[in-house]
């Protein structure tokens, strides 16, 4: 599986892989963007109103039309699935199979594989596998975010077993962010299993983060802040000194926060288990919009967008969320062709399935780097000083 880098090229001359560097799809776009990116002064930041009036106005501009989502199911049924796709693979042995599982047969219980269905599914498992890898392999290069990508958040599927199956590099803390549904069925059955339920290599941390993602989107698409999905306490005192409120924060960024994930270091995002959420258009692009909130500039996310439509539709639904990247169909000749995988009927995923493979860049500052630029900068204006954004 490592030997296959389609995600993220190597720079030339060095060991080590960067985000800097023109290479293989599906990132060349990005990177190329990332290096124009450090040779101009970074552009003035909005206003905190003004962010959250273009992320209401982004989030909703797709409205119309829906996502492959259709009616929405319960999460843990499309993780189900998944895991009955893996281990269908699975079971193919080495010599044939795209990935190994050995959790996903008994994830699955008992579920069967749903053909055309399930093969994309395992063509997106082995894509996101090896986008992720690549990811951990290699260092960001830039003026705000350099570093390694040591926080991974894997989005949608309460089942993934990618914290236990994939060799992650010292230091890595996942976030895996699922209905609590789905995270107490997986715990269960993983701790029931015969030898106790597997636990990351030492020097790793996974950490399960329960979310309903579908409620994390109003109607018309627009992101729900944590307080609108939660009563708030009233404050201890009537006088607040006149001091103004903070922004809410999303319910995604609130719930990893208090996990401990860091919105000023770089960080890895894999969404994969979205289609059974029924979201429409503007949802898909809420959620994308969430992300893009909470990754810090350079970051990366990869994965699969259940979005109908041709190509240029979902690779605009990343760029309304400051995503810059490119996507594939699952049977395309940097995805599943590549790896000698006849084309699945329906299309193939991409436009006959509405189920988009892609990689994108991370190409503004988080929430979080934001709030610190604003802060330097007026400190800077109180002082009389010039600020030209160098907050790193």
């Known amino acids: 599986m490592r030997g296959n880098r389609r995600c993220i090229s190597s720079c030339a001359g060095s060991g080590r892989r960067c985000t800097a560097a023109a290479g293989a799809p599906p990132l060349r776009a990005a990177a190329a963007a990332a290096a124009a990116a450090r040779r101009r002064p970074w552009p003035p930041q909005r206003t905190r109103a003004a962010r959250e009036d273009a992320s209401t106005s982004s989030s909703t501009s797709s409205s119309s039309g829906s996502s492959s989502g259709g009616v929405a199911r319960r999460p843990i049924e499309v993780s189900r699935e998944l895991a009955a796709a893996r281990a269908a693979e699975s079971r193919l042995g080495p010599e044939k199979a ?9 994830l699955s219980e008992g579920a069967e594989a749903r053909g055309d269905e399930a ?11 090896e986008c992720l890898m690549n990811a951990v392999d290699q260092v960001s290069v830039n003026s705000i975010s350099d570093g ?31 209905p609590p549904e789905a995270h107490e069925r997986a715990e269960a059955l993983l701790t029931a299993a015969g030898g106790g339920a597997p636990r990351v290599e030492r020097g790793r941390l996974l950490r399960r983060v329960s979310l309903n993602l579908g409620a994390t989107v109003a109607a018309d698409g627009a992101p729900l802040s944590q307080q609108q999905q939660q009563p708030q306490p009233q404050p201890l005192s009537p006088d607040d000194g006149g001091a103004e409120p903070p922004p809410a924060a999303t319910a995604l960024l609130s719930q990893l926060e208090r996990a401990g994930f860091r919105q000023d270091r770089l960080s890895v995002w894999a969404l994969q288990g979205l289609r059974g959420l029924g979201l429409p258009r503007a949802g898909v692009a809420a959620l994308l ?13 990869v ?84 600020f030209l954004g160098n907050f790193s």
Do not use: K
């Not at 795209?98 to 008994?106: N, Y």
């Not at 093969?119 to 596998?129: G, P, S």
């Not at 639904?317 to 995805?335: K, N, S, W």
């Open 119 to 129: 093969a994309l599914d395992v063509l997106a498992t082995r894509y996101i596998d």
């Open 98 to 106: 795209l990935f190994s599982d050995p959790w996903a047969e008994l």
């Open 303 to 386: 994965g699969e967008l259940p979005l109908a439509g041709a190509a240029s539709e979902a690779e605009n639904a990343l760029a309304e969320a400051g995503l810059l990247g490119a996507v594939h169909a699952h049977d395309g000749a940097d995805v599943g062709g590549g790896w000698g995988r006849p084309a699945v009927g329906g299309g193939g995923g991409g436009e006959g399935r509405g189920r988009w493979l892609f990689a994108a860049q991370q190409m503004r500052l988080s929430l979080g780097q934001m709030d610190i630029y604003e802060a330097h900068a007026e400190a800077a204006e109180a002082a009389d000083e010039d």
């Open 289 to 301: 919009a969430e992300v893009a909130n909470a990754a810090a500039f350079h970051s990366l996310v």
């Open 148 to 178: 390694e990508y040591r926080q991974v958040v894997l989005l949608g599927d309460g089942f993934d077993a990618r914290p236990f199956r994939l060799p992650w590099p010292p230091g890595t803390v996942l976030f895996l962010v699922a």
